[in-house]
């Protein structure tokens, strides 16, 4: 095993170790919020004040939405392929996604898929291209260098494990959900977040991904301990949040931060969420 293989794998099991330990038992087993009470009293004020209301959980061609660190984003296709959602395109473009804008985002995406086409015969150009050549194709999507290296060695590691770029097995929902987080979350680059964000949004199964807003909105209801970060917040709520409302919940607590007045600009207007706390503290 060379050195650069014998790095990814200890990288791996330790990410593999800390989602282990926190798939039964939460990493702050001592704090027992929220409580079903409260994620059915947040879910049912979100659904009346949120634009477009609770989201049904789904899976669509071309319509994979995934979550960036402070929008959500589609990760989109732009061929217009009508075929099953490509999971290893959508581990690719909700790595895009990170710590950029949807409109960015959508641009890197799209770019990328200009340059190097879709599906398999894509990823294997990608694997053999100068890692320079992706750079350019996504730089309008920020932090470039690091996401076509991310890439490339993604694609790798899949065809080392599958012998083709292709994790469509994930479609098949007799694997559990600890499984395919498990695998999702063995490649370099693909935390947590990344990997509830393809559950969710490309397998259409329920699964809580922490980002951005759901971190600070969570932290302001009480949800997880004011010293949480947002990998183990993640945890956490995956615990405590029942499962059928976990990803109706993410969308619209990433819907209401971008849009509530009261949460934006300074908190200056308005917050349903706020006021129902501070009636449910008086």
């Not at 990493?27 to 049904?56: D, H, K, Q, S």
């Not at 012998?163 to 694997?175: P, R």
């Not at 947590?192 to 559950?199: D, I």
């Not at 990803?247 to 300074?266: D, E, F, P, S």
Request: glycine share 8%.
């Amino acid at each position: 095993m060379t050195r650069t293989l014998k790095r990814l794998h200890a990288h791996a099991t330790k990410k593999l170790k800390l989602l282990e330990e926190h798939r039964i038992e939460s990493p702050y087993p001592l704090f027992t919020r929220p409580t079903i009470e409260e994620t059915r009293a947040v879910y049912a004020i979100l659904a009346a004040n949120t634009p477009g209301g609770a989201p049904t959980v789904h899976s669509e061609p071309n319509d994979t939405t995934t979550n960036s660190g402070s929008a959500t984003s589609k990760s989109v296709s732009c061929t217009g392929s009508s075929a099953l959602p490509n999971v290893l395109d959508s581990v690719i473009g909700t790595i895009l996604s990170q710590s950029t804008s949807s409109q960015n985002y959508t641009r890197a995406k799209c770019s990328l898929d200009a340059e190097f086409g879709t599906g398999e015969p894509a990823f294997e150009r990608m694997v053999n291209a100068d890692v320079e050549q992706i750079t350019q194709a996504i730089k309008c999507g920020g932090l470039a260098n690091k996401k076509a290296s991310t890439i490339q060695t993604l694609l790798r590691s899949v065809k080392a494990k599958h012998g083709k770029y292709d994790l469509q097995h994930l479609h098949n929902n007799e694997i559990p959900n600890d499984d395919a987080m498990r695998e999702l979350v063995s490649y370099k680059g693909v935390g947590p977040k990344t990997a509830a964000c393809v559950l969710s949004f490309c397998l259409g199964r329920q699964a809580f991904a922490v980002d951005t807003h759901v971190f600070r909105l969570t932290r302001m209801l009480g949800w997880v301990p004011e010293s949480s970060n947002p990998v183990d917040a993640q945890s956490h709520l995956e615990l405590r949040i029942p499962s059928e409302l976990k990803y109706g919940l993410h969308v619209m607590m990433v819907r209401h931060g971008r849009t509530c007045r009261g949460c934006r600009n300074g908190g200056r207007g308005p917050c349903p969420l706020k006021a129902w706390l501070r009636e449910r503290n008086s």
